[in-house]
């Protein structure tokens, strides 16, 4: 009978502990925020009347069931994300290589440009040097021609006045002879004509001894200066004609020269033109490397900022996503739990849940 007590004192007693130890683990549940709303949802249902434990089971199922769902579409949104994540990284890290590689080979371009338009300016400026003498030469050239032809000019001139002087020298010693002019006349002739051509000892020579000559009025001595004047008329007309003939000559030799002076000029006015032509060739391909080279640089700087922009964003999708994952691990365990002690322990739980009402 004693020990039969003893058994009955033992049960109650565990009855007890287990029943303060379930009493501990709700008020542990119940400070819980989710822990709250699952009683929350077993308290409405006892409130209600006579609830069968199964129904409180199956809202309890249902809710694990919305978790397990949950849970299956965050990690099918999450793989969705994450595969976004994995490609879109690796493209950017692409772009950004590719736009580097694009922009090394510019600056490398715009580096050969940079000698290529140094040596084209040393060829603008050996060139110009080279068109600068041509056109001195060809000034020389014409000079030169010019002081030849001013010579020729004057030397024909010459010529046509000597020639006008002897002229008028014959006719005033014919005067003379026919007694029509006198010795005073040919000596203020001879005399304008030996000022004239001082510089000319053998014509003042020629035209002292006429002058000797012609006063001694012999008609023999008249005869003879009228054949020697006639002679060096004709040697001035013969030397004219050779002076023409050279000054022609010399004048289709200048206009060789010239027109192959033109030509040389021409030619390395061509040449500056064709470099000039080549120097803006390169500095416009030098302004598109450069606006290529910004261009690049600005790419690289956006999709860094996009690559930054993208890893941030998956972290905290990552995040975001584990956090919520962990947390529907702890509210499927509570409610594990709940189904348990539903299961095992119902009616300390609605002890509980009844107290708890009263107690709200």
Known sequence: MKLKL??????????????????????????NEFGKRILDIIQVQINTGE????????????????????????????????????????????????YKKKKIASETSLTTSNADLEDLQLQLRENEKVHAALKEQGEALNKAREDERKKYEDAVSDIARMREALKRAKEILSQIASGESSFAELDRHMGSFKVEYDYARGLQKMANTFAQMASKADPKLLNHIFEVIDRIIQ??????FALTQSESVKTKLHEAQAQQQRTLIFDASTKIQNVNARIQDVKNRQLKLKNDISHYDTSIQQKLKELGDKAAQCKTQKNSYDQRVESIHDQLAIIEEVINLVHTHIEPVKDYVSNRSSSD
């Open 51 to 98: 609830t069968p434990v199964q129904t409180i089971l199956d809202i309890l199922m249902k809710l694990r069931e919305g978790l397990l769902n949950e849970q299956k579409n965050l990690e099918a949104v999450f793989q969705n994300s994450a595969s976004d994540c994995l490609k879109m990284k690796p493209q950017l890290k692409a772009e950004i290589r590719k």
């Open 6 to 31: 003893s058994f009955i004192v033992f049960a109650a007693l565990i009855t007890l502990c287990c029943t303060i130890s379930i009493r501990e683990r709700l008020e542990q549940l119940d400070n």
């Open 235 to 240: 040697q001035l007309g013969e030397n004219e």
